[in-house]
C-alpha cells in the first residue's frame, strides 16, 4: 500500500520525506531557568528524528523571559542562546528530519511573572496546574512596538541557528491570540480597531529576516470555547489578513484561550480536523491538521479524505518516539529504518 502518510511534500524551499508532524509540546525541563535548550530537550527532539517524523516543529520558544509560561520554558531572547538551538537542529537533521521552531509570547498566560502583559486588562480567571493566573496589565503602544521587534529578533536568531521553517503562536490564548480575540481585547488604539493588526506585524517583521524560500507556519485557534468566543467564520476573515500579511502554512488547533463554556472541546479522534479542512477551501494553502490523530489509519484517512496536507501527532509521539515508522509499517507501506534498529523494527 502506498500511503499519503509517507508522500514527500515540498513547501517553498522546505523538502519533507513525509506529511508526519511532530507538533510544538512544552517540556518546562529548563532547570537552569535561562531559556536554554538542555540535554533532554536534544535527546527528546533527535529521538523523534530517529523514528521518522519528517518535521519537527520545537516547542512553544518566548520572545522574552516574562513572555513564558513558566520559568522552566525555553526562550530565545538573547544571542548567546543560539549555539544550543544550531545543536538541537544539527541532532534533527543529523537523524533525518526537518526543524521548525514556534516563537511565541504567553501574555496574560504568564505564571512565573508579577504582572503578566496583554492586550488589555481583561483577567484569565481560571486556575492551572501552575497554580493562580493573575490580573494582567495592557501593554502601552511603545511596548506593542517593542515586542513586535521581539518576535523579529528572535526569528532572526531561529534562523542562524539553521532552523528550516518558522512557526508564530498564534493559538491557545497566548499573546497573539489575546489581540485578535473580539472577548480579551478591549483596547481603543488602532490594536483594537483592528483586532488582526498585531498579528500582521508580527508576521511582517519576522518574515523581514526569513530567507525568501522558508516557509512561515501560523497556528490559530480556529475558534473559541468560552461564552461568547468566536467562531469558524471569524478566524478564517482574522486569518485572511494573516495570509496576505505573508503566511505560508496554517496549523489548525482550537480553544485554549479561557475555561470552556456550555460548548465543549471534543475528545474523539479527528475533531479538529473538520476545522482544518475550512482553512485549505478558503485559502488552498498547506495545512496542518491536530486533535487525537493518534492512530494510523485516521491519519491517513485524514490526509486522503479531508484534503489535508499534513498531520501532527502529539501526545502518540510523546508515548512512542517512533511513532512515524510503525504508523507506516502498520499500514504496509515502506518507510526507512535506521539501519541499527533493522532487527527490531519489522
Known sequence: MITKLNSSLQIKDLQLKNRIVMPPMCQYSVDKKDGTPTEWHYVHYASRAVGGTGLIIVEMTNVEPDGRITDYCLGLWDDAQIPAYKRLVQGIHDNGAKAAIQIAHAGRKATDVETPVSSSET????????????????????????????????????????FDAIEIHGAHGYLIHQFHSPSINKRTDEYGQDLSLFGCEVIQAVKSVMPEGMPLIFRISAREYMDGGYDLNYALKISEAYKNAGVDVFHISTGGEAPAGKDKPGNYPGYQVSFARAFKEKFNVPVIAVGILDDAATAEMTLQNDNIDMVAV???MLNDPYWAIHAVKQLRDEIEVPKQYERGIR
Not at 123 to 133: N, Q, S, Y
Not at 138 to 146: D, F
Request: hydrophobic share 30%; glycine share 10%.
Open 123 to 162: 483577567p484569565l480567571e481560571e486556575a492551572t496546574k501552575f497554580g493562580p493566573v493573575r490580573y494582567p496589565r495592557a501593554l502601552s503602544h511603545e511596548e506593542v512596538k517593542e515586542m513586535i521587534n521581539k518576535y523579529k529578533e528572535s526569528a532572526r536568531r531561529a534562523v542562524e541557528a539553521g
Open 314 to 316: 502529539g501526545r502518540g
